[in-house]
């Protein structure tokens, strides 16, 4: 099987190791990959979203199939792109419909969707400019904390969680009628504020069946005990503790199958994987957003502790065949701890030199924004690396990945030395 992987992050780098292990694969191309993706295929120089490059290229290479990785190729409709198209048509891509994307794409479309498929979300309510008035007074009728969120994609930095009502409504003006995430924020949901512990759960869908992935907890905030700014993951563990058979049970039968139905009913088109943010509430989940891909850090500890073919998996996505196909888990504990440019989640540098990658045996590096410079890698993002290793349990399994990351350096790199610290 020959395969366009689309992306660049540490998310594509994990897919691509474990793609690269399977017997169906002839051939990886990963677009635009990353100085760590080209150790398991071939990375070219195209964006994820320049629909008429990819086409070229597929045709061009026999592609057999594309697996898209980020979110923007999706929510732009590059599923809908190849559908459309004579000459494409019968080439799988390996992720949702445009409609199925606004999944992830709007927080409103969502959010209707749970209310109308009974699946168990925070109450809330959607507000435009034309309707800041409201958006007040629906404030005052709830209990701090607010949560106030962009109902497009803002980079991760749409949601707002406030104390203060009259900050609450200074935000909301600030989102609406002043556009702080542009167009993002054109439409605002109010949510009721959850109190819980989180983790992520991820299905495969070829739009009838479905097979559950490994769950996974990942830490978004920059500084120790979950303080600070939010950025795009500290790092991850699987499995989660507190996701035993009562709770997993659950999260399938409140919220797998009816998303899964519900899409179906509505005539959704869904082929790829569905990323579950849910939220444990006195041992209720709850959803609190989807996503229409893997997560990131996440895949770099599910893929690891995925045991059966990916490609085998995904090849069932593409014929309807899921529900034929083998899932197995390593029984074995997996930990993933990112190593960030100094500065991150705000300004900084690029272009650092990264030392001790070879030096690395107990670990799995994948590498999350870095770049070739000739032989040297350099650091090419906020998230650099991602220092995954197993374990039999997780305290063994993060203490590899701490001792690895000892021997890895670039120019103010930055790292949590407590990942995993509220379930170990």
């Known amino acids: 099987m020959r395969v366009l992987l689309l992306g660049s992050g540490g998310r594509e780098h994990a897919m691509a190791w474990k793609m690269a292990?399977?017997?169906?694969?002839?051939?990886?191309?990963?677009?635009?990959?990353?100085?760590?993706?080209?150790?398991?295929?071939?990375?070219?120089?195209?964006?994820?979203?320049?629909?008429?490059?990819?086409?070229?290229?597929?045709?061009?290479?026999?592609?057999?199939?594309?697996?898209?990785?980020?979110?923007d190729p999706l929510v732009k409709g590059i599923h809908d792109f190849f559908l459309?198209?004579?000459?494409?048509?019968?080439?799988?891509?390996?992720?949702?419909?445009?409609?199925?994307?606004?999944?992830?794409?709007?927080?409103?479309?969502?959010?209707?969707?749970?209310?109308?498929?009974?699946?168990?979300?925070?109450?809330?309510?959607?507000?435009?400019?034309?309707?800041?008035?409201?958006?007040?007074?629906?404030?005052?009728?709830?209990?701090?904390?607010?949560?106030?969120?962009?109902?497009g994609l803002a980079a991760g930095k749409g949601v707002l969680i406030i104390d203060n009502l009259k900050e609450a409504k200074a935000e909301l003006k600030s989102m609406l009628a002043d556009a702080k995430f542009g167009d993002a924020s054109s439409r605002v949901v109010i949510e009721q504020f959850l109190s819980g512990i989180e983790c992520s759960v991820f299905v495969l869908t070829d739009g009838d069946s479905y097979k559950i992935l490994p769950e996974a907890k990942d830490y978004k905030r920059i500084g120790e005990g979950d303080t600070g700014l939010n950025t795009g993951g500290m790092g991850a563990v699987s499995p989660v503790p507190f996701c035993d058979k009562t709770y997993m049970d659950k999260i399938e039968n409140q919220i797998i199958i009816p998303t899964v139905k519900g899409l179906k009913n509505d005539k959704i088109l869904y082929k790829g994987f569905i990323f579950f943010g849910l939220i444990n509430v006195k041992g209720e989940p709850y959803v609190i957003e989807y996503n229409c891909r893997m997560g990131d850090p996440e895949t770099e500890v599910v893929m690891p502790r995925l045991k059966s073919d990916l490609l085998d998996l995904l090849e069932g996505v593409a014929t309807n065949t899921l529900s034929e196909c083998d899932i197995q888990f390593e029984d074995r504990s997996a930990c993933t701890v990112m190593m960030v440019a100094g500065g991150y989640p705000e300004e900084y540098q690029k272009g650092k030199v990264i030392n001790g990658l070879?030096?690395?045996?107990?670990?799995?590096?994948?590498?999350?924004?870095?770049?070739?410079?000739?032989?040297?890698?350099?650091?090419?993002?906020?998230?650099v690396l991602a220092v995954t290793s197993y374990g039999k349990n997780l305290e063994i399994a993060l203490e590899r990945s701490y001792n690895s990351i000892s021997k890895i350096s670039f120019d103010a790199a930055n790292y949590r030395k407590d990942i995993g610290f509220d379930v170990v």
């Open 21 to 71: 292990k399977s017997s169906h694969l002839e051939e990886l191309f990963i677009a635009p990959g990353n100085a760590g993706t080209r150790l398991h295929g071939t990375n070219v120089d195209m964006s994820a979203t320049d629909f008429p490059a990819i086409k070229e290229f597929v045709l061009k290479e026999s592609i057999n199939m594309v697996v898209v990785g980020p979110e």
């Open 84 to 151: 459309a198209d004579a000459e494409l048509k019968n080439v799988p891509v390996i992720g949702p419909s445009k409609e199925a994307a606004q999944l992830e794409g709007s927080k409103d479309f969502a959010k209707a969707f749970m209310m109308r498929h009974n699946i168990p979300t925070a109450k809330y309510a959607t507000f435009t400019k034309d309707t800041l008035e409201a958006g007040y007074k629906f404030l005052e009728g709830m209990k701090a904390p607010y949560v106030l969120k962009a109902d």
């Open 358 to 383: 070879n030096t690395i045996v107990d670990s799995i590096v994948f590498h999350a924004g870095t770049a070739s410079d000739g032989p040297v890698v350099v650091s090419n993002g906020g998230r």
